[in-house]
Each structure stands twice: as structure tokens, then as C-alpha cells.
């Protein structure tokens, strides 16, 4: 079994920060890309920034300058540091890597069960 779990959520002024991480345990081979979604309310779920294993980056235009995505891999981990937060960042926010079990199965898409972050005075 392949488990991913968030910590760091949590309630926020506007213009303050959070730190989100995550962490991957379980029958891991090898671990690709990994990194961040959240959904607001009534919305889909949208990319928030993902990171590759050369640390290469992505961020969803909102969140440029703002948010910071990181990883160590060594332990699996991946980070999401949120500065500057605003009332549109509330969401639940979604870690995901893509796993590799062994080395005779594909990488797939595996998802935290994610956690709360809300921006509010």
C-alpha cells in the first residue's frame, strides 16, 4: 500500500502564511513528479504547483510569486510554502506524486486525503 498524508493546514489572516507538507510511506519504488491541487467549493479541482524529481516547477498563474513548491527525496516529501495568502486560496488543498511500486509495474497517480486552508480576518 502506497500512503500520502498532509499536514499544515489550517486557519490564516489574509496576507499571512502556511506551510503545507507531505509525505509519502508505503511500497514505493520510485516517485516522479509530485505535487499540489485544491478545490474550492462549487469548483473543480485545479493544479496549484508541482515539482519534478530534477526540481523542475510548475505554479497555476495565481499563485506566481506567492506560493513556493519543494521536495526532498530522500523521504518522500513534498512542501508548499504559501505566503502572502489570500481569501481566494481557501480550499481544501491535494498532495499527489506518481508512484512506481516495483519495477515491473507503471507509475500511477496516487492522492493525500487532503487538508483545510482558510484565509480569512
Known amino acids: 500500500q502506497v500512503q500520502l498524508v498532509e499536514s499544515g493546514g489550517g486557519l490564516v489572516q489574509p496576507g499571512g502564511s502556511l506551510r503545507l507538507s507531505c509525505a509519502a510511506s508505503g511500497s514505493i519504488f520510485s516517485i516522479g513528479a509530485m505535487g499540489w491541487y485544491r478545490q474550492a467549493p462549487g469548483k473543480e479541482r485545479e493544479l496549484v504547483a508541482t515539482?519534478?524529481?530534477?526540481?523542475?516547477?510548475n505554479y497555476a498563474d495565481s499563485v506566481k510569486g506567492r506560493f513556493t513548491v519543494s521536495r526532498v527525496n530522500a523521504n518522500y516529501t513534498v512542501n508548499l510554502q504559501m505566503n502572502n495568502l489570500k481569501s481566494e486560496d481557501t480550499a481544501v488543498y491535494f498532495c499527489?506524486?506518481?508512484?512506481?511500486?516495483?519495477?515491473?509495474?507503471?507509475?500511477?497517480?496516487?492522492w493525500g486525503q487532503g487538508t483545510q486552508v482558510t484565509v480569512s480576518s
Open positions: 499527489y506524486a506518481e508512484i512506481r511500486k516495483s519495477v515491473i509495474k507503471k507509475r500511477s497517480n496516487y
Open positions: 515539482i519534478t524529481t530534477s526540481g523542475t516547477t
